[in-house]
């Protein structure tokens, strides 16, 4: 993998940006299998090279020895084998090499939101959220993909995300956030009024209606 971000670099003959729309590939393709690649129980090893030289700032930009990759379909196949392990750590995973990256805050980051009225199969039309990613993924909020609001305990500075796939969230820029705050609904959550939004049927809570409150004042 090193040697395809070296040569990708090296060869960069554009200036598309992270953010500009093009497709993402599926996936970094495995190179020959060599002998004794395999253990004993017939799966393949996968070599851990340590730390590659990545880092995901806190805007979703992807940088390789400290600068920024320009390269749109580069950063959509790197992102498409970025794994997240229970500590925590962000892993670069091939079917034959591994290694660890940084990411300030989420890999990904929700530019844009769409909602609709669409049928989930309840026989009634529901409020569907629909975001779309700095890389062109599109998730729609459900259980499957839930919408987290972090709010810091001192300042109450809400930190909004969405789960795109296991482990791997994508934070909901200050825009979105404000669009998604809009359609907020109060629902008593445990006894206490809550301010939340609804897509698929689940009920996401924002904060608290007192504290919004309180901060407002």
């Known amino acids: ?3 395809r971000m070296r040569a990708e670099e090296n060869s960069r003959p554009g200036t598309s940006q992270a953010g500009t729309s093009q497709g993402c590939p599926t996936g970094i393709a495995a ?7 395999r253990g004993a129980n017939g799966l393949r090893r996968k070599h851990e090279v340590g730390h590659y030289a990545i880092r995901i700032d806190r ?3 992807w940088y390789y020895q400290g600068s ?3 390269r749109k379909e580069l950063v959509c196949l790197f992102a498409s084998v970025l794994r997240r392990e229970p500590d925590g750590s962000y892993w670069l995973e091939t079917p034959v090499e ?3 990256i940084e ?3 989420a890999p990904f980051v929700a530019v844009e939101m769409v909602w609709k009225d669409c049928d989930c199969g309840s026989g009634r039309p529901q409020q569907c959220l629909a975001f779309r990613t700095n890389l062109d ?3 729609t909020a459900n259980a499957e993909h839930p919408i987290r609001i972090h709010v810091d305990p001192r300042t109450r500075e809400p930190r909004p995300y969405i789960l795109v796939r296991p482990g791997l969230e994508a934070k909901i820029n200050r825009a979105v956030f404000y ?3 809009a359609l907020g609904e109060t629902e008593v959550v445990d006894g206490r009024e809550v301010l939340g939004v609804w897509s698929e049927g689940v009920f996401f809570p924002i904060d608290e209606v007192s504290a919004i409150d309180a901060a407002a004042e």
Not at 31 to 37: D, T, V, Y
Request: glycine residues 14%; hydrophobic residues 30%; negative net charge.
């Open 59 to 61: 805007n979703g930009t």
């Open 179 to 181: 669009e998604l705050v």
């Open 31 to 37: 190179g020959p299998e060599a002998p004794g690649m």
């Open 103 to 105: 990411v300030e805050d």
């Open 98 to 100: 591994r290694g660890r």
């Open 68 to 70: 920024p990759i320009n």
């Open 1 to 3: 993998m090193q040697n």
């Open 137 to 139: 993924q599109i998730v």
